[in-house]
Nanobody, 115 residues
Framework: DVQLVESGGGLVQPGGSLRLSCAASGFSFSDTAMSWVRQAPGEEVEWVSTINRAGDNTYYRHSVKGRFTISRDNAKNMLYLQLNSLQTEDTAMYYC????????RGQGTQVTVSS
């Protein structure tokens, strides 16, 4: 079975940083482009970032470009998202996903940005 287990969320002040991790199993991770999506309370799921299979091409939504960095370790079946310069509008549940829509996502990790 496909398993995606996110961790690393928490409460952080505006301007702070967090590093999210996602442990993947049950599928060929190195053959799969991976994404992060997020969902704020009362909002739709929105795409955040995607990384290709080799990890040498990355894509970001405009609002996080220059602040977030996606990466992967295919030897460890791990996906990461470094979040810097966090803003209150980044508050959401963050999910790693096998697709950009979030249909195949894990249980999520909560990121709350508040002073």
């Amino acid at each position: 079975d496909v398993q995606l287990v996110e961790s690393g969320g928490g409460l952080v002040q505006p301007g702070g940083s967090l590093r999210l991790s996602c442990a993947a199993s049950g599928f060929s991770f190195s053959d799969t482009a991976m994404s992060w999506v997020r969902q704020a309370p009362g909002e739709e799921v929105e795409w955040v970032s995607t990384i290709n299979r080799a990890g040498d091409n990355t894509y970001y939504r405009h609002s996080v470009k220059g602040r977030f960095t996606i990466s992967r370790d295919n030897a460890k079946n791990m996906l990461y998202l470094q979040l810097n310069s966090l803003q209150t509008e980044d508050t959401a549940m963050y999910y790693c996903s096998k697709d950009t829509s979030g249909r195949s996502r894990g249980q999520g990790t909560q990121v709350t940005v508040s002073s």
